[in-house]
């Protein structure tokens, strides 16, 4: 377990994703992360897909419902902890959501001292370079990654080098408000939200794959049938 000092500044976590729909894997990050890195705020933010982008029948906001409902229970279930929420800001966009666009908003609203860590999966570290302005990202915030299953640390080509160049330890995620990217062993859940979707229509048991607030929606909603 890292020890980070005293004299830290505030922290904030932020794990985008499409949670399409959100399960256990998910909160199980969520909640590792924030405690390895000492975050003092977790905040799940639900990303925006254009319709024609969209599974169907799934909007952007049963999504974020089925977030809200998923923290709502994990919450009550972790009295001892702090609370995780969801922020709907990419939910108001018309257009996909580009990740830059939105820490660039976190920094206007809460200014340049704050910490903020954008965390994600080791798959999402390893298309990072798709991403839109990726080199620019850790001049908005850090980065805290998660290990997952059946995905390794790039180790060739551009992205494994600016890999290497911004690795740093988790205490720099309190020393500075941005800049380091932070990989961390978590606790390993074989779970997708792909693999969910396929169960779904397959009329597979869901246990232990999803919150079970979040299975009733999905069930009395009827979602991810086609
Ligand atoms: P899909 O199967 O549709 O791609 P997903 O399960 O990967 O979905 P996303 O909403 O795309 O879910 O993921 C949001 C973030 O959660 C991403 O950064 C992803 O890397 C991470 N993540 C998802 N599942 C896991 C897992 N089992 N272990 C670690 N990280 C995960």
């Known amino acids: 377990m890292t020890v980070i000092s005293a004299n830290k500044r505030k922290t904030l976590g932020v794990f985008g994703g499409t949670f399409d729909p959100i399960h256990r894997a998910h909160l199980q990050m969520a909640r590792e992360l924030q405690q390895r890195l000492q975050l003092d705020e977790m905040r799940l933010m639900p990303c925006h897909i254009p319709p024609h982008r969209q599974a169907p029948g799934v909007s952007s906001e049963r999504r974020a419902q089925m977030v809200a409902l998923a923290i709502e229970e994990d919450n009550s279930k972790s009295r001892d902890v702090k609370a995780l929420q969801v922020d ?3 939910l108001n966009r018309d257009r996909l959501s580009f990740t830059i666009d939105t820490l660039k908003g976190l920094r206007d609203e809460l200014g340049q001292s704050q910490s903020i860590c954008l965390c994600m999966g080791m798959d999402s570290l390893a298309s990072l370079d798709k991403w839109h302005c990726w080199q620019e990202l850790l001049e908005y915030s850090h980065i805290g990654v998660a290990a997952r299953p059946g995905y390794e640390i790039p180790e060739v080509g551009g992205l ?3 890999i290497k160049e ?4 988790p205490e720099q995620v ?3 408000s941005r800049g380091a990217l932070v990989i961390e062993q978590c606790s390993l859940l074989a779970i997708s939200a792909t693999e969910i979707r396929i169960r779904i229509q397959e009329g597979k ?19 991810y049938k086609e």
Do not use: M, Q
């Not at 911004?166 to 330890?169: D, E, L, Q």
């Not at 079970?212 to 999905?218: D, K, L, N, Q």
């Open 174 to 176: 309190h020393r500075s």
């Open 88 to 90: 709907t800001r990419e």
């Open 160 to 162: 494994a080098n600016w």
């Open 205 to 223: 048991d869901l246990s232990h794959l999803l919150p079970e607030s979040v299975e009733r929606f999905i069930k009395l909603e009827g979602l």
């Open 166 to 169: 911004n690795r740093a330890s």
